[in-house]
């Protein structure tokens, strides 16, 4: 979290916000030689000001290639500690550093170790959606984008745990056809789409195609026509004839898909309640005023031990080799 002192200043300097802050923005990305990375879950304002879009492979690997000597991350607290664990000699800031993720959060550094501890023969193959401690721990890294490529190179002899997302990991499973051991962690967007509403939808728009995140539940995947990485929706929704889908995924990569398929009609995929628990509380935490402040701050800056980010960039680098 923000210092006391820090903190004080912030709130003192919020009555200053400039008029223009997409221009007080860019004039601090040049003073700072600074990159902003973004999620396409991040709001339009700030998938407008961004430099890169994309999905978690996408920005890992912008992260690693950046020449910029400060890293905006506008995602959540995995994603900047991905960029730190790349680039230790840049600086890396976190607009909210209480943007975490609940699929992170439900996978304990603790309790994981003694799940693995309980299975000494299996390579681990985790999510990038978890913590710098859990990649610490880990043999490969892997993103919905490569997850089945990347278990589909391991021998199939060798016995593998998945972690942290176990509909991440049953649909890893469905398509290699391996056996895995799943730590038995989710995602709270992706877990709160209704079957039950989907179909209703389905019913009302017949012509609608309905594509889903491999996070959310099997009973709402079995409706999907296409299901695939946030990168891959978005392509797969530019490149499909249909002219109406209806996405199971967090609703703000919507904003992407109306810009580049503007004749095309996208319907959020509703949650079980009357709310808006289809979007993510910790993405959304990052605003272009936090943004802003973080860059003329200079903080909140994501820091790590060198020995837990030297043992969490072995297994990034093995994805990253992977997945050529």
């Known amino acids: 979290m923000f210092t006391t002192a820090l903190a004080q200043r912030v709130k003192t300097e919020q009555g200053n916000l400039p008029l223009d802050l997409f221009a007080a923005i860019e004039t601090l990305k040049k003073e700072l030689n600074a990159v902003i990375l973004a999620h396409y879950y991040q709001e339009p304002d700030i998938q407008d000001i961004a430099d890169f879009i ?22 959540v607290h995995f994603m900047a500690e991905t960029a730190k664990i790349l680039n230790p000699e840049k600086m890396v800031l976190l607009p909210d550093l209480n943007a975490g993720c609940s699929l992170a959060d439900s996978c304990p550094p603790e309790a994981f170790g003694a799940f693995k501890a309980a299975h000494p023969d299996h390579l681990v193959v985790s999510y990038i959606n978890c913590s710098a401690d859990i990649k610490a721990m ?51 967007v992706h877990e709160t789409f209704s079957e039950k509403k989907i179909v209703h939808l389905k019913i009302a728009h017949p012509q609608a195609e309905a594509i889903a995140h491999p996070e959310c539940e099997t009973s709402v995947l079995r409706h999907a026509s296409f299901i695939g990485s946030t990168a891959a929706l978005l392509k797969y929704c530019q490149e499909s004839p249909s002219q109406e889908f209806i996405v199971a995924t967090e609703p703000g990569i919507i904003h992407q898909m109306q810009k580049k398929a503007p004749h095309k009609r996208f319907i959020p995929a509703p949650p079980l309640n009357n709310c808006a628990c289809n979007e993510c509380p910790f993405m959304r935490l990052n605003t272009l005023e936090k943004l802003y402040w973080a860059m003329k701050n200079r903080a909140p800056e994501i820091t790590l031990s060198e020995d837990i980010r030297l043992a969490a960039l072995r297994p990034i680098q093995r994805m990253l080799e992977m997945s050529v």
Not at 59 to 74: E, H, Q, S
């Open 138 to 188: 880990s043999d490969i890294i892997c993103t919905s984008s490569n997850a089945v490529k990347i278990v589909q190179q391991i021998p199939k002899e060798q016995p593998i745990i998945f972690a942290p997302d176990r509909n991440l990991g049953r649909y890893v499973m469905e398509k290699t056809g391996r056996d895995l051991v799943l730590w038995e962690g989710s995602c709270v």
């Open 54 to 75: 994309g999905d978690s492979l996408q920005l890992a690997k912008a992260a690693a290639d950046t020449n910029a000597d400060v890293i905006v991350f506008a995602g």
